[in-house]
Nanobody, 124 residues
Framework: QVQLVESGGGLVQAGGSLRLSCAAA????????MGWFRQAPGKEREFVAG????????YYADSVKGRFTISRDNDKNSVYLQMSSLNPEDTAVYYC?????????????????WGQGTQVTVSS
């Protein structure tokens, strides 16, 4: 079992940046592939970004490619999401998720472990 806690959300103007953090506790963090998802009001939870066990491989939703960067620090048991050029469509609750092993996954059902979420609001 792994416990996840997100932080770093907030209110930002369009064009601004935010960095989300996710701290993990529990079993060996480096054994978990990590992902970021988001859910806007009235919409389904959607994949944002994913990262491999070592951090050497990353992948993104088309909607954030070139604007968001996912990274991890296995020594600190943490994963990050650097968000730039934010726009109002990025407004959502952002969730950190973990899955054991190295298989790439973009469906939320593929991640058994979730944080509580952090709100990101982008004003126009």
């Amino acid at each position: 079992q792994v416990q996840l806690v997100e932080s770093g959300g907030g209110l930002v103007q369009a064009g601004g940046s935010l960095r989300l953090s996710c701290a993990a506790a529990g079993r060996t963090f480096s054994s978990y592939s990590m992902g970021w998802f988001r859910q806007a009001p009235g919409k389904e939870r959607e994949f944002v970004a994913g990262i491999s066990l070592s951090g050497g491989s990353t992948y993104y939703a088309d909607s954030v490619k070139g604007r968001f960067t996912i990274s991890r620090d296995n020594d600190k048991n943490s994963v990050y999401l650097q968000m730039s050029s934010l726009n109002p469509e990025d407004t959502a609750v952002y969730y950190c998720a973990a899955r054991f092993g190295g298989t790439r996954a973009t469906q939320w059902s593929g991640y058994p472990h979730w944080g509580q979420g952090t709100q990101v609001t982008v004003s126009s």
